[in-house]
């Protein structure tokens, strides 16, 4: 078993800054896929980056892409997500996903595990 506590979301103006931290206890975190998603009231959760295990390559949607920026520390068992330029529309709940398979992540299929999520208000 993983488990993932997101932490850093809140409110921001338009143009601000957040980032997102997602803790893991647990199995060895350092093998898994790590990614977060988000949904917004009314909407299906949708697929925001991902990173693989060994943090050697990142992957966007198309809607973050250059404003969002995942990482990850294996030795805090930490991955983060730093968003700048933030917009009304990035307003979501953020959750923190743990996979050993990439695609599954990329493709929000079969997610071994889910963090609670972290609420991000961008107000106008």
């Known amino acids: 078993q993983v488990q993932l506590v997101e932490s850093g979301g809140g409110l921001v103006q338009a143009g601000g800054s957040l980032r997102l931290s997602c803790t893991a206890s647990g199995r060895s975190f350092n093998v898994y896929n790590m990614g977060w998603f988000r949904q917004a009231p009314g909407k299906e959760r949708e697929y925001v980056s991902a990173?693989?295990?060994?943090?050697?390559?990142?992957y966007y949607a198309d809607s973050v892409k250059g404003r969002f920026t995942i990482s990850r520390d294996n030795a805090k068992n930490t991955v983060y997500l730093q968003m700048n330029s933030l917009k009304p529309e990035d307003t979501a709940s953020y959750y923190c996903?743990?996979?050993?398979?990439?695609?599954?992540?990329?493709?929000?299929?079969?997610?071994?595990?889910w963090g609670k999520g972290t609420l991000v208000t961008v107000s106008s």
């Open positions: 990173i693989t295990w060994y943090a050697g390559s990142t």
């Open positions: 996903a743990a996979d050993r398979q990439l695609d599954n992540i990329k493709r929000n299929y079969g997610i071994e595990y």
